[in-house]
């Protein structure tokens, strides 16, 4: 097994190596084009490599053409890649022209600093790289994106040009393939398609409006959510959207996150801020009244939004905004209470994944770094012991587990259920954290069966993510075809000609009352054009009706999948709708 592993990472160091010879290959290219160009940084990604450049214009799709071509040429004159390391007087003097270049040099400690040559072109760079250039297997030029350089948005905007690039051909192929299915599930597309949300520049960037058909999703998940929270226990409360700053200096967040935050909003001498989290104010709940131990534990919960500054960067849709709405939750409890309340949110989650019909997930524990008491509370025995609980409750609950030191919150450990997307990638949806922290701060009581007052422990949870992450993840992984219960619209009532409108109302108004979402097609267009158009809106039930339909007190099925049930009665459909929908399957 260890020789497979040996190999394993000698083959990933081998491609990571020829990304990143890839990225100079195409920064040559690139200066062969645009001799004036200026050069930032090329780093390797997951797929392949991207290269930051100053260019006298904006590129073009031609461009990349053009650059690739320059790329193959490269490659098939099979340059030696040579390695110097020379003084940073000298590395300034290469680089002159190169200001990018000129500032890294600068913040590097050594006084050496280490140059690679090809054909054309040196760059400042670390490596390692290939023998030669003639080793760059397979690659192709993907997209042109803008980048601030370092990342600050008060620095000059550089364009990244992305790359893939793999050991073949083929491979190359397989993910230019996962590529164009990732632009067909992208929620972005869909969610414009299908009318679910929309951003309004008037409004700003990361702050989304949720149309109609969007927000019945929304609500259906957060009527879901809620219900089997209070089945489980959970007390919902609602909080303002700000506090006062010095609210958020006693939990730390200010400390901590308050570059993340939103500017400090100042009336009649006090200072407010819109909330990064919701636990302050929930803490504060917990605090309004003296609690004994037989009260413990208190599970306080909230959809509560909560506001965070994202660089514009790096917003998209509604994976990454600056106001989310989290399905959150506090559980105030004692210590030997907290094995068995993370074990029931465990199963809470459980439970709430197979309604939603997920089965790709893993889970990882999120534990601290001790050697870095800047990034966590220097409490060294409280981390052990919250550690080893965590990992005792995954064990008793029977569920593999990775561990990952340095991801913890820091506050406490944390237990992060990564959920595998439709493109395999995974995302944080469910996170159980404990804090022994926050209680310290806020100087929390109980009243012990000693008649002493006691510390409780904090549980912070959440089991769906954000609802804006959470629909986004769902229109990607449905691609946009969502299972009857929680389709914005379950069926389209297609009347063939006019004088059927009035049985389709009528219906409508039969299926309404029985609690199904369904829309009459009353447009003067021909029946194929609305079922098309059904379609296109990938509704799961388009109900056709008429002269036999309507004498018949009938229906015409048809499914999205193309499947016809012709004549069923209104009250068949109605049974064989709401079963489906109980059961959260599909239609039909």
């Not at 590395?91 to 600093?113: H, T």
């Not at 939603?356 to 990034?375: C, I, M, Q």
């Not at 409750?393 to 990952?404: F, Q, R």
Request: aromatic share 10%; hydrophobic share 40%.
């Amino acid at each position: 097994m260890a020789e497979t592993l040996l190999e394993q990472d000698h083959a990933h160091d081998f491609l990571d190596t020829m990304r990143h010879s890839a990225a100079h290959i195409m920064a040559e290219a690139v200066l062969s084009i645009f001799p004036e160009g200026k050069v930032g940084i090329g780093p390797t990604i997951d797929y392949g490599f991207y290269y930051d450049f100053d260019l006298p214009r904006p590129l073009t799709p031609e461009d990349l053409v053009a650059i690739e071509t320059k790329m193959q040429a490269i490659v098939a004159q099979d340059a030696p890649f040579s390695r110097e390391e020379v003084s940073k007087d000298e590395a300034r003097r290469i680089f002159a022209q190169q200001p990018y270049k000129l500032e890294i040099i600068d913040v590097i400690p050594d006084e050496q600093v280490r140059v690679y040559r090809q054909s054309g072109f040196t760059d400042l760079c670390r490596g390692p790289h290939l023998e030669s250039t003639g080793q760059v297997k397979a690659f192709k030029l993907l997209t042109i994106a803008g980048a601030y350089w370092r990342g600050d948005e008060k620095r000059p905007m550089l364009q990244r040009i992305y790359g893939a690039a793999y050991e073949t051909s083929e491979e190359v192929e397989r993910y230019l393939e996962l590529l164009e299915e990732a632009r067909q599930r992208d929620h972005r597309k869909l969610g414009a398609e299908l009318g679910l949300f929309t951003v309004a520049e008037e409004v700003g960037s990361g702050l989304p409006l949720w149309l109609p058909k969007g927000a019945t999703i929304r609500r259906i998940l957060e009527r879901w959510i809620v219900d089997l929270e209070l089945a489980s226990g959970y007390q919902h409360v609602y909080t303002p959207h700000i506090a006062k700053v010095e609210l958020y200096h006693r939990s730390g967040h200010w400390e901590k996150f308050h570059e993340a935050m939103f500017p400090v909003m100042e009336r009649d001498n006090e200072q407010f801020v819109l909330r990064p989290m919701n636990c302050p104010h929930h803490i504060l709940i917990y605090k309004s009244g003296m609690h004994s131990y037989r009260e413990l534990p208190i599970r306080i919960a909230e959809l509560g939004t909560q506001y965070r500054y994202e660089k514009s960067g790096e917003l998209s849709g509604l994976s990454r905004v600056r106001a989310m709405t989290l399905n959150d939750a506090h559980i105030f409890c004692r210590a030997e209470q907290v094995k068995d309340e993370f074990k029931a949110v465990v199963n809470l989650i459980l439970e709430a994944y197979k309604q939603l019909g997920f089965t790709s997930y893993w889970h990882r524990l999120s534990l601290h770094d001790p050697n870095d008491p800047v990034k966590y509370h220097p409490d060294e025995e409280m981390w052990q012991f919250t550690e080893q609980v965590l990992r005792e409750a995954m064990d008793e609950l029977g569920l593999p587990y990775v561990e990952a030191p340095g991801e913890a919150a820091f506050y406490g450990p944390k237990l992060d259920v990564q959920v595998q997307t439709a493109l395999g990638k995974d995302e944080t949806i469910s996170t159980i954290q404990i804090d022994n922290h926050l209680p310290h701060r806020f100087d929390l009581e109980y009243i012990g069966e000693d008649g002493k007052a006691h510390r409780p422990t904090i549980i912070h949870r959440g089991v769906l993510s954000t609802f804006e992450r959470m629909v986004a993840y769902l229109i990607e992984n449905y691609k946009g075809v969502f299972p009857l219960w929680l389709a914005p619209v379950q069926a389209v009532l297609i009347p063939i000609a006019d004088r059927h409108l009035e049985y389709a109302q009528k219906v409508a108004s039969q299926l309404r009352a029985l609690g199904l979402r369904v829309q009459v097609d009353d447009r003067s267009e021909r029946m194929n054009s609305k079922i098309r158009d059904a379609q296109l809106q990938k509704v799961p039930y388009m109900l056709i009706m008429g002269d036999r339909e309507a004498a018949d007190g009938a229906l015409s099925v048809r499914l999205l999948s193309g499947e016809e049930i012709r004549g069923q009665k209104v009250g068949d459909f109605v049974a064989m709708a709401l079963e489906a929908v109980s059961k959260r399957g599909e239609a039909g």
